[in-house]
């Protein structure tokens, strides 16, 4: 079977770490064949430390070459719509980083791009490839918990010394960044179904982006998901999904999880180690995204059924209103 070549897009952290778990796969089915940075030097340094063969100082080379399939972009949140444009127009396939878009306005032109040049396109939001979450999808459409009545998850980091977290032009704030999760989570929990009505509070930073949020998601039959995301405070980092039958935990970290509690019984899911560093917690989990993405290309398919396209839009809805309640604006709000 022929291997699914990658380019990677960026020469930064999630970078790294992307390559790294890309070395827990079997190399004759994910084979990485270019990076590109701004930066020459920067794609160079990773192009050695990683072993890949081509290395590039713009975007517009790792578009043009012939031999990638398919490109993980991991550039910063204002840059996904221009990366995604290009690499779409270029007819390669694209996983893009989450949040896909600033607002759901970019996330509907980034699809209907990649519709019209008919490649695969995907948001990476990690957490829904986990064995964790294949599982819980599984115990839900079972019914093994009853009707699930309410959800609650919540993030906390302190990330107010990082500057792509706190500055409005880098896309900061922790709706953004870690409430996205939280979102993510509740909307696969009540099987993509819109809720009725969303209320949102939060405390803004002084430059003007969130970082504390909490955030009610009303939905038909009267069940409720809280989520409460902070970048002021480290917080338990749990969920819990709480039906008329039972309850189903994840503990943390609830994003990119190791564990599942069913009605008080633990299941593990083990990581495979790294072989090397990591900047994130088990980012080797990376690794079933990009399964996925081969899968679905082997499928000729054009987007995923475990993250489709209208789930990406949906979270990126809520979290649009959830910043509107609480009062953030980003200069992408405006187009």
């Not at 495979?272 to 996925?292: C, D, I, M, V, W």
């Amino acid at each position: 079977m022929v291997a699914t070549r990658w380019g990677i897009c960026s020469a930064g952290k999630i970078a790294h770490d992307f390559l790294v778990a890309l070395k827990t796969l079997p190399p004759e089915d994910h084979q990485v064949v270019a990076i590109a940075s701004r930066d020459l030097s920067r794609a160079q340094e990773y192009s050695k430390n990683h072993g890949v063969r081509k290395a590039y100082g713009s975007y517009a080379e790792l578009a043009e070459d012939p031999d990638v399939d398919v490109v993980h972009i991991g550039v910063i949140n204002p840059y996904h719509l221009s990366a995604a444009l290009l690499f779409i127009q270029a007819g390669k396939n694209v996983l893009c980083e989450k949040p896909l878009g600033m607002n759901a306005t970019e996330v509907k032109k980034m699809v209907q791009a990649a519709q019209e040049k008919k490649v695969f396109f995907m948001e990476g939001l990690w957490s829904r490839f986990f064995p964790v979450s294949e599982k819980i999808r599984s115990l839900l459409s079972k019914g093994s918990v009853g009707e699930v009545m309410l959800f609650h998850a919540e993030f906390g980091s302190p990330q107010l010394t990082i500057p792509r977290c706190v500055e409005k032009e880098l896309g900061g704030g922790g709706l953004l960044d870690i409430g996205c999760y939280c979102v993510q989570l509740a909307c696969m929990v009540f099987n993509r179904e819109k809720p009725e009505s969303i209320v949102a509070s939060g405390l803004l930073h002084d430059t003007g982006v969130d970082k504390t949020v909490s955030i009610i998601l009303n939905y038909s039959g009267k069940r409720q998901a809280v989520l409460t995301c902070t970048m002021t405070a480290r917080m338990p980092n749990r969920a819990s999904i709480n039906g008329t039958k039972g309850m189903i935990e994840i503990p943390s970290p609830f994003w990119c999880p190791t564990e599942l509690v069913i009605n008080g019984q633990k299941e593990e899911f083990p990581l495979p180690p790294p072989t090397q560093k990591l900047h994130f917690t088990n980012s080797t989990g990376l690794r079933y995204e990009a399964e996925h993405v081969r899968q679905c290309l082997l499928k000729g398919l054009k987007e995923s059924p475990i993250l489709t396209h209208a789930d990406s839009e949906l979270v990126n809805s809520i979290l649009d209103e959830a910043r509107r309640q609480v009062g953030v604006l980003y200069p992408q709000d405006k187009a």
